[in-house]
């Protein structure tokens, strides 16, 4: 079974300040990892992935994600946060293609608030 | 179509009551996913189809829930005598052969009264 934990409910920041939403997994076998962000009324926006290579991905919006394999984390990051960033962020996993289940499993969402 | 499309928006059903709601892909997207968001809560997996084949409902609640795919392209989800544990948000995604990314659709939020 796969599963993602994302352990803040709401992540606080100042508009300026570096911001990071924490993600960890589980699943077996090599992961594909997601980010997407939710604004009211909307549908999921993809921000980034991680398949294979660099650690270290970038996205959209100046959002960046860093993959650690011994940690099984995936946290997100952006260098300095804008208040138009204030939205629901989810992290999802799915196991890698060749093992067949193509679902995504995604964490339970973290609301992140940038004040100006 | 530019993006994922689904229809209707919002929908208020009677207990008890049949609802349908329809799901048109990204043009030449072969894998269509349903997710079922509850409030406050991350998407759930409900089922998924590679062009009309559904490969996995392993998401679905109940049988009182059903989806098909007949010609490959566009959808559509049932579902049965609806409760109100249904009351939910229910997104559509598509993906095409190439890309490991899904894109969705802005949901049909359900009521159930």
């Known amino acids: 079974a796969q599963s993602v934990a994302q352990p803040e409910d709401q992540v606080n920041v100042a508009e300026g300040n570096p911001l990071t939403v924490k993600c960890t997994y589980s699943v077996s076998g090599n992961p594909y990892l997601f980010w997407y962000v939710q604004y009211p009324n909307r549908g999921l926006q993809f921000l980034l992935k991680y398949i294979t290579g660099d650690n270290l991905v970038k996205g959209s919006y100046g959002f960046e994600a860093e993959f650690n394999k011994s940690q099984t984390s995936f946290h997100l990051k952006k260098p300095s946060a804008l208040v138009s960033d204030s939205a629901l962020y989810f992290c999802a996993v799915r196991a890698h293609m060749d093992t067949g289940r193509r679902a995504l499993t995604f964490g339970s969402g973290t609301r992140l608030q940038v004040q100006p | 179509g530019a993006g994922v499309s689904q229809s209707p928006r919002y929908k208020v059903a009677k207990r008890g009551q049949d609802v349908a709601l329809r799901c048109d892909p990204i043009s030449g997207h072969v894998s269509l996913f349903w997710y079922q968001q509850a409030l406050g809560q991350g998407p759930e997996f409900l089922t998924y189809?590679?062009?009309?084949?559904?490969?996995?409902k392993s998401g679905l609640p109940s049988d009182r829930f059903f989806a098909e795919r007949p010609e490959g392209s566009v959808s559509t989800l049932k579902i049965q005598r609806t409760q109100q544990e249904d009351s939910a948000v229910y997104l559509c995604?598509?993906?095409?052969?190439?890309?490991?990314?899904?894109?969705f659709g802005q949901g049909t939020r359900l009521t159930v009264v």
């Open positions: 995604a598509s993906s095409s052969p190439g890309n490991t990314e899904a894109f």
């Open positions: 189809f590679q062009n009309e084949a559904q490969l996995d």
